[in-house]
């Protein structure tokens, strides 16, 4: 048995990828990267043919997912969010450590938003879904849309950089600087991070600890991870980049996202939210 969805495009001002116009569209493909995979299986036409990630789409198409019923997963992920904004087009939501924004897992922050958030009553509403990354043991401000709109133009907002993004980490060893920009390439891509060191401590296993200010200029995978293990200074607590003497177990990576300031694309005002220092970062620097 399979199900069937159907989309009418409705008019566009402009040409656009199937790839890009389609993310949001979809419960079961929320993301690009997850549309790509349902067009490379033959599960999307457009006008009755099969699609692929070359197909644009113009206003009028008529766009069926046809959707093996293996695929597609009813079954409700009930965990508690702290949600931090939230109105009809996005929300912000606190995300904890130990578990993955998204993928083909059951125990996702995607797989709970739905439980944490109010529907919205927009026509083009759909299952809300995060429009970027946090890793697995990072905290803090995570941005999701809630209707398909709002999903691929949160996208582009970070695509074209109208996003900003503020993190704090704290980092092994002596600091070469107190601020300075990181540029290198990462997966054979440009990557820039900038980072300000707020404030440092002894420590007698690790030298020194610092609590980093950190805001990457790109958003290339695991960048201000990669960034400042380059520096010779790690996140604390870093299984994957750190130093093999001076890793923390058990403790998790010293990394949170503390701040998202963007342009709100419809309401137009200006959105900067915070999510508070953890108290593991404010226990080692602030404690006396």
Known sequence: MTQIITHIVPEQSTPTRLQDYGVGIFDAFPTKSALKKALKKNYITVNGKIASTATYISGGETIVLTLPKQVSSHKKFNFKLNVIFEDDYLAVIHKPAGILVSGNHFKTIANALIQNLEPS????????????????????????????????????????????????????????????????????????????????????????????????????????????????????????????????????????????????????????????????????????
């Open 121 to 288: 009553s927009l026509p083009d509403a759909t299952k809300p879904q995060p429009v970027h990354r946090l890793d697995y043991a990072t905290t803090g401000i995570l941005l999701t849309g809630k209707t398909s709109t709002s999903i691929r133009t949160l996208n582009k907002l970070f695509e074209t950089k109208q996003i900003r993004k503020t993190y704090f980490a704290v980092t092994i060893g002596n600091m070469p600087n107190t601020e300075d920009i990181i540029t290198s390439s990462i997966d054979g891509k440009s990557a820039t991070s900038q980072y300000k060191v707020i404030k440092t401590v002894s420590s007698p296993r690790f030298a020194k600890l610092n609590l980093v200010k950190l805001e990457p200029q790109t958003g290339r995978r695991h960048q201000l991870r990669i960034h400042l293990s380059q520096l010779g200074n790690p996140i604390l607590g870093d299984k994957d980049y750190g130093i093999k003497d001076l890793i923390l177990h058990g403790k998790g990576m010293y990394l949170h996202a503390c701040a998202l300031e963007f342009t709100h694309p419809f309401t137009k005002e200006n959105i900067n939210l915070k999510s508070e220092l953890p108290k593991r970062f404010e226990k080692i620097f602030y404690s006396n």
